[in-house]
């Protein structure tokens, strides 16, 4: 009940397609969902979070929605470019403790 | 958002002994918290450093292999114990400041530990 699940694995999308990850969740005490970026030989970078009292949020090209009674949420990364490629995670944050479950990454690489 | 520098970036240590790996924020932030990350995996919670008191471990760590130490606002330490290959992973220091709408982590660069 505590997993967070992410997929797809990988992912491949040409330059200026839309790419999308989901991640769903079993835990109704999660209340905060942020999208982690990585690329490597760095630490995660914070992308954009959501609450489940909002069902969609922008921030430039990157997208979170949220569907509360699915208890899924997805990032859409619109006008994908090459720099754009690193590993996405979606992350849930437990009620009141700021303790992150991760999902488990996607590969993205945005071909030139 | 807080800066944080960790240290070493990377080492190459002997099974059997031990490793220290510092985390230094460049201002106060409110929770610390340190993570385990195998290449291309996924992060893993081990343990969130208290101020001043002992660190609360996550199911499957344990204080005398990871030892946390948080002397002040700006400051953690992580060290491995008795390490064998399978301790090989990348660590890394998390910090957030609460109160705010937004309590997005910020990571270290991290640590990665190769054990021989």
């Known amino acids: 009940q505590q997993q967070v699940k992410q997929s797809p694995q990988s992912l491949i999308v040409q330059k200026g397609g839309i790419s999308i990850i989901n991640c769903a969740y079993e835990?109704?005490?999660?209340?905060?969902f942020p999208w982690y970026q990585q690329f490597p030989g760095k630490g995660p970078a914070l992308l954009i979070a959501?609450?489940?009292?909002?069902s969609e949020k922008k921030e430039g090209r990157f997208t979170i929605s949220f569907n509360k009674s699915a208890k899924q949420f997805s990032l859409h990364i619109m006008d994908s470019q090459p720099g754009d490629s690193a590993t996405y995670f979606c992350?849930?944050?437990?009620?009141?403790?700021?303790?992150?479950?991760f999902g488990t990454g996607t590969r993205l690489k945005v071909l030139a | 958002s807080a800066v944080i520098s960790q240290k070493p970036s990377r080492d190459i240590c002997q099974r059997g002994t031990s490793l220290t790996i510092q985390c230094q924020v460049d201002s106060q932030v409110t929770m610390m918290f340190w993570y385990r990350q195998q290449p291309g995996q996924s992060l893993t919670l081990i343990a969130t450093a208290n101020q001043g008191s002992e660190a609360t471990y996550e199911s499957g760590f344990v204080i005398d292999k990871f030892p946390i130490s948080r002397p002040n606002l700006t400051f953690s330490t992580l060290t491995v114990s008795n390490m064998s290959p399978e301790d090989s992973s990348i660590y890394l220091c998390?910090?957030?400041?609460?109160?705010?709408?937004?309590?997005?982590?910020?990571f270290g660069s991290g640590t990665r530990l190769t054990v021989v």
């Open positions: 959501i609450r489940p009292d909002v």
């Open positions: 998390s910090a957030i400041r609460t109160g705010g709408s937004n309590y997005g982590y910020t």
């Open positions: 835990n109704t005490a999660f209340d905060y």
């Open positions: 992350a849930a944050s437990i009620k009141g403790t700021y303790k992150y479950i």
